[in-house]
């Protein structure tokens, strides 16, 4: 299987593992940026990204994720369908007003387990390789 190789970007003058990923709701695909967070169950967005897709976030099922501080957010999960690296599939994607970081989370559930990721420190370079089937 052919490896994805993603430099890091700047964010705030650091460099991180953000990466463009597609969301399709509805007909339509919507590009989206998202931090690759192996510290994360689950992968949540902004509220807003929700709003700009056109779903109402609101009708997602309801959970309660812990988030840095030991407090909880309110989340509400979705399956959509999503492009990365030329591979589509369906990932579990929360939606949250109360997300208090200035990016996206791209977490395991429904992603990890699709792809072995290795994070290069030293070269600022994420690399994904499909599991086979």
């Known amino acids: 299987m052919p ?3 993603k430099r890091y970007k700047i964010y705030k003058q650091i460099a991180v593992p953000i ?3 597609g ?11 998202a931090y690759v967070d192996s510290g994360a169950t ?6 807003r990204v929700a709003d700009r897709i056109g779903l109402n976030f ?3 099922k309801l959970t309660y994720v812990e988030v840095g501080d030991g407090g909880l ?8 369908e999503i492009l990365f690296g030329g591979e589509n599939f369906i990932a579990t ?3 949250s007003e109360k997300l208090g970081v200035g990016f996206n989370l791209l977490g395991r559930k429904s992603v990890f387990d699709k792809f072995k990721i290795c994070f290069d420190e ?12």
């Not at 689950?42 to 509220?47: D, G, I, K, L, T």
């Not at 957010?73 to 959509?80: A, G």
């Not at 690399?127 to 089937?133: A, L, P």
């Open 23 to 33: 969301i399709k709701y509805g007909n339509s695909w919507y590009p989206v940026e």
């Open 73 to 80: 957010i309110s989340v509400f999960l979705f399956d959509l």
């Open 58 to 60: 609101k009708e997602g």
């Open 19 to 21: 990466v463009g990923i």
């Open 42 to 47: 689950y992968s949540v967005f902004h509220a």
């Open 122 to 133: 030293r070269e600022k370079i994420i690399t994904f390789q499909k599991f086979e089937d």
């Open 93 to 95: 994607i929360g939606f």
């Open 3 to 5: 490896v994805i190789s």
